[in-house]
């Protein structure tokens, strides 16, 4: 991510402190993770310690610090979807992208995150990509569905 | 400033408003347990160790002394079954990370609490805040902090400034109560330390 582009987030914000949390979530929309060079920078226009931020980024699951893919998917593991067989489109997605729940895959293409609800309970098992929510899946129908991804 | 009294353990004891109770019961002598206390820092509440029965209006509970305001009238118990009871439950908690921790083995003792009730986990780091809070607070440098949260949260040195200014002053190693820090810095210094900042120059 371009430092200029750090600084215009800044700017937009009008350099407040107090808008640190709403920096972060734009920073990670638009670049999908947390670059050290860009936490320093937050750290330096806001006058905030390194600490404060590292602490607010490692809280939040919302943020990360490892480059994140182009596409998260996230497998709902909640009851509903636990009892309707999520763990066996959790292990076709697992197959399928190489990747453990948590990991990022080495092109950047996929990340992988289990959930414990989406609220969409009656369409479980239930898969999110990108916020584009597939119900009623199975591990035959999710491998259709991530091939279309790259 | 208006005077306030109140009771600890029995004794008369007079304090200034805005005293906590435990500054009131250690200007008088009384002793209370602490681990997160330290007088030159904020009252932080981390420990719980220093929690005290209160009475007032006939009702009785428990606060955690190093950040209840004094009031007038308090009727404060420093040891009770129930203080001592529940006393011995964080001490195990905290034990089960740090068993082997100086500052926890004679209360340890004192109260009866058994080192091994609970499952190990081995952190070591209590959560006290001791050194994250020295360094914000009283060194201004902000080098050590927290990091993750819940089960998770441990402390975490920003390399690049605890590589500048860890080296001479170090005055937090002191305050652990069970030596996380010092391992944290090692770990800090092995990983993440540059090589041309792995020896302080003689010049400083």
Redesign the interface.
């Known amino acids: 991510m371009e430092m200029d582009r750090v600084d215009q987030i800044i700017d937009k914000h009008e350099c407040e402190a107090s808008s640190l949390i709403q920096i972060l979530l734009d920073i990670q929309s638009e670049n999908r993770w947390l670059p050290k060079e860009a936490l320093e920078k937050v750290a330096e226009r806001l006058q905030v310690?390194?600490?404060?931020i590292?602490?607010i980024a490692?809280?939040y699951k919302a943020f990360s610090l490892v480059p994140k893919g182009r596409h998260g998917i996230h497998v709902c593991l909640g009851t509903a979807c636990h009892v309707r067989g999520a763990k066996r489109v959790l292990d076709a997605v697992k197959d399928l992208t190489n990747i453990k729940p948590g990991e990022t895959d080495l092109d950047l293409k996929f990340s992988l995150e289990t959930v414990n609800c989406l609220g969409c309970c009656a369409l479980g098992p239930v898969v999110e990509i990108d916020g584009k929510v597939y119900g009623n899946t199975a591990p035959a129908m999710i491998a259709d569905v991530i091939k279309n991804y790259d | 400033m208006s005077n306030i009294t109140l009771q600890i353990d029995g004794k008369e004891v007079s304090a200034k408003e805005g005293m906590t109770v435990l500054e009131a019961a250690q200007s008088v002598g009384i002793f209370i347990p602490t681990l997160c206390h330290h007088p030159s820092l904020e009252p932080y509440g981390a420990c719980r160790l220093c929690l005290v029965e209160l009475e007032s209006r006939g009702r009785s509970r428990l606060v955690v002394s190093c950040i209840y305001p004094v009031e007038e009238g308090l009727v404060v118990k420093t040891r009770s079954e129930k203080v001592d009871r529940i006393r011995k439950m964080i001490l195990e908690l905290l034990l089960s990370h740090a068993p082997d921790a100086f500052d926890l083995q004679d209360l340890a003792e004192e109260y009866g609490a058994d080192k091994y009730r609970f499952e190990k986990e081995p952190s070591f780091c209590v959560h006290c805040g001791l050194c994250?809070r020295y360094c914000?607070e009283v060194k201004q440098k902000?080098?050590?902090?927290?990091?993750?949260?819940g089960t998770q949260r441990e402390i975490?040195f920003?390399p690049e400034?605890a590589a500048k200014e860890c080296w001479n002053c170090k005055e937090c190693f002191p305050l652990c109560p069970t030596e996380a820090l010092q391992a944290a810095f090692v770990l800090t210094k092995a990983l993440a330390f540059s090589s041309s900042s792995l020896e302080p120059s003689p010049a400083e």
Do not use: D, E, M
Not at chain 1, 49 to 52: D, E, H, W, Y
């Open positions: 310690p390194l600490t404060r590292q602490h490692t809280f | 994250v914000a902000k080098a050590i902090g927290f990091i993750n949260r975490s920003i400034i």
